[in-house]
């Protein structure tokens, strides 16, 4: 939109460098330009404004395909005015010289131009194609189609307006038939995830499986082991007790053999001692049997004396005394 101001009976416009503006005054041409700053009266001057920008235009329509079915097709045009004179001749770009609007609505006859025109080519594929073949392969056709057909178009050129691209956004169909359509795809996939599900199950259950066998080779293993450590255990005490038992038949076979030499060394102590004694006896009895009887009495008392028990004190009472006095006086006199 220009931007108009008022000075003492003279407006001033002032455009944007993407506007191209035609000013017209008394019918003849005396400004054209994009980007223009201009003063004109507005009792004799005409302007037309027309934007040389490119320019998107959003459309959505509905088309039907060859099995009957609705399909909504969402796509986006982008288009400039690539001759704005002609398109000011075809078209009201003029503008208020008060406030520097639009009075009609170029734009959107221009929108309603390209709408019904790629919406036109958009159900002349659509019609001949199929539902399942248009939804897999219907944005590339349409878009091709649409382009093509918008850069064909005679009237477009003809009111200078250049197409410069065309995309196909979506092409859906109707909300029951879409979640018919995905019915199928869903339970493919629900399938997978649940073969998914049962692959990783099995694949737990077999590594189970493989822990729960480790663990049993495990014991198993354990278990021969310890069988092993118990018979070498077993091994191992025999064989201390053989050993000690070898150990013990040694001490005592060097045990008897000591004890025997004891004994004989005894023995023949003893018999040595026992012959000396006789010997000595026997001495003995031959000098007493050569001895006097006088001298055998004198001996034998003495041996008596040297067995009699120490006495070391002696008390006579008078009776004993007087006894003994008795029978040593008695003694006596017999002697006499």
């Known amino acids: 939109m220009a931007d108009i101001t008022r000075r003492l009976g003279w407006r001033h416009l002032r455009s944007a460098p993407t506007a191209h503006v035609r000013h ?26 027309v934007p040389v920008d490119d320019r998107e235009l959003a459309m959505t329509f509905h088309a039907r395909t060859s099995d009957f079915q609705d399909v909504s097709v969402q796509a986006t045009v982008t288009y400039r005015v690539s001759d704005p004179a002609t398109a000011a001749a075809r078209l009201d770009f003029s503008v208020d010289p008060d406030t520097g609007t639009w009075r009609g609505a170029p734009l959107e006859q221009i929108a309603t131009l390209l709408t019904e025109t790629a919406q036109q080519h958009a159900l002349d594929v659509l019609a001949r194609t199929p539902l399942s073949a248009a939804l897999a392969d219907g944005v590339a056709a349409v878009r091709e189609r649409i382009s093509g057909g918008l850069g064909a178009e005679p009237r477009l050129s003809a009111t200078g307006i250049e197409v410069v691209a065309a995309r196909v956004i979506a ?25 998914a599900t049962y692959e990783r199950r099995a694949v737990a259950v077999e590594r189970e499986r493989a822990i729960a066998e480790n663990e049993l080779a495990s014991r198993i293993e354990l278990a021969r082991r310890e069988e092993q450590l118990v ?19 040694v001490r005592a076979e060097a045990e008897a053999a000591r004890k025997v030499r004891l004994a004989e060394a005894e023995a023949t102590a003893a018999r040595e001692v026992g012959e000396a004694g006789a010997e000595v006896q026997a001495a003995w009895l ?7 009887p006088s001298t055998l009495h004198a001996l034998a008392v ?35």
């Open 302 to 336: 003495t041996r008596l004396a040297e067995n009699l028990p120490r006495v070391d004190s002696i008390t006579l009472s008078p009776d004993v005394l007087t006894g003994l006095l008795a029978r040593l006086g008695g003694t006596g006199a017999e002697g006499a």
């Open 24 to 49: 017209h005054r008394r019918g003849r041409l005396v400004h054209d330009g994009p980007g223009l700053s201009l003063w004109f009266r507005a009792l004799t001057s005409v302007l037309s404004e």
């Open 231 to 249: 018979d070498q255990k077993g091994t191992n005490a025999r064989r201390e007790a053989e050993e000690s038992a070898a150990a013990d038949a």
């Open 171 to 195: 092409l859906r169909p109707e909300p029951e038939v879409e979640r018919a359509l995905r019915t199928p795809a869903r339970e493919q996939i629900q399938q997978e995830a649940d073969r």
């Open 286 to 292: 031959r000098v007493h049997s050569e001895a006097d």
